[in-house]
């Protein structure tokens, strides 16, 4: 069964629904149901030996890793609101141009690590924006960075060994799978506590097309009860878009893309410069 985690953001700029859901791995084709989110458990991480056991089979579950067909990932989407002429606040457009800017730089040496995790450079599929998600998360130490507002680029994040924290971490991610082809957004969230930031993957504006990557990854990763991603429905009558979590696995616990979402007020942060509240 699927149940529909749902969460409505209020936009102050566009009129846009935005919900999170979760796959039950158990039965995967099943109906949107059920409103709130789950709550995040920080520091809920899990051993590094049960993180290298999923990597071992592709299946993880006697199944042969060419048994799994891997599907595509859809092209990037078109964004609606992206000529509406919106004036966004000073500091959300500033932090819109840091990750554009962070994310966007150094493209050679991006290239350069895709193909040392891939093996590939070209024809990328959702295999391979998973084989990035246990490279990066099996290399990932993190740091604290007391200056939150300063954003290192992807390519001085690996250069450093794959050091940083968790705006650092999304600029990474973002940056490798947008070399691959792939679309992603940055999701900056707060809550009474502290903030958070991580990326998600579009994974396309067609149901059948994104429980089809969605069962790919829970056929992939056995120990997920539950894969989460999130929709976007841009206004009256426009396809739903898909949107799988890709966030860092040492702030969720889960060693595997769609862990549960970090729950807080959000803002997001799309590669043309769109904003969302």
């Given at each position: ?5 749902a ?8 009129l846009?629904?935005?919900?999170a859901?979760c796959?039950?791995?158990g039965s995967?084709k ?26 071992v ?10 048994s799994?067909?891997?599907p595509?990932?859809?092209e990037?989407p078109?964004?609606?609101?992206e000529?509406?002429g919106?004036?966004y ?15 966007g730089?150094?493209?050679?040496k991006i ?24 490279y ?11 200056k ?14 794959y050091?940083?924290d ?6 990474v991610?973002?940056a ?13 969230a707060y809550?009474e ?10 994974i396309?504006?067609d149901?059948?097309t ?6 790919y990854v829970?056929?992939?990763y ?6 989460w ?12 878009q898909?949107?799988?979590?890709f966030?860092?696995s ?15 007020g ?7 410069g769109?904003?969302?509240?």
């Amino acid at each position: 069964m699927v149940h529909a985690k749902a969460l409505k953001f209020i936009s102050l700029i566009f009129l846009v629904s935005l919900t999170a859901g979760c796959m039950d791995t158990g039965s995967l084709k099943g109906i949107l149901v059920d409103d709130g989110m789950n709550k995040l458990l920080p520091g809920g991480t899990l051993p590094e030996e049960e993180f290298e056991a999923e990597e071992v089979d592709l299946a993880g579950s006697g199944e042969s890793a060419e048994s799994i067909v891997s599907p595509g990932i859809p092209e990037v989407p078109t964004y609606f609101e992206e000529r509406s002429g919106a004036v966004y606040p000073k500091e959300y457009r500033l932090l819109s141009l840091n990750f554009q800017r962070a994310i966007g730089s150094g493209e050679e040496k991006i290239g350069g690590e895709v193909f040392n995790i891939t093996g590939k450079t070209s024809g990328y599929n959702m295999e391979d924006a998973c084989n990035v998600f246990n490279y990066v998360n099996r290399n990932w130490q993190y740091r604290y960075d007391k200056k939150a507002e300063f954003f290192f680029g992807a390519s001085q994040t690996i250069d450093s060994g794959y050091i940083g924290d968790c705006d650092d971490y999304s600029i990474v991610m973002s940056a490798l799978l947008k070399n691959m082809g792939f679309n992603t957004r940055v999701v900056t969230a707060y809550n009474e506590s502290y903030g958070h930031a991580y990326p998600e993957l579009y994974i396309g504006d067609d149901r059948d097309t994104a429980y089809e990557i969605l069962d790919y990854v829970a056929e992939r990763y056995p120990s997920a009860e539950t894969i989460w991603y999130s929709e976007r429905v841009p206004g009256e009558g426009q396809e739903t878009q898909y949107w799988l979590n890709f966030d860092w696995s040492g702030s969720n616990g889960y060693r595997h893309p769609g862990g549960v979402y970090f729950q807080g007020g959000c803002i997001i942060y799309y590669p043309n410069g769109l904003i969302e509240f």
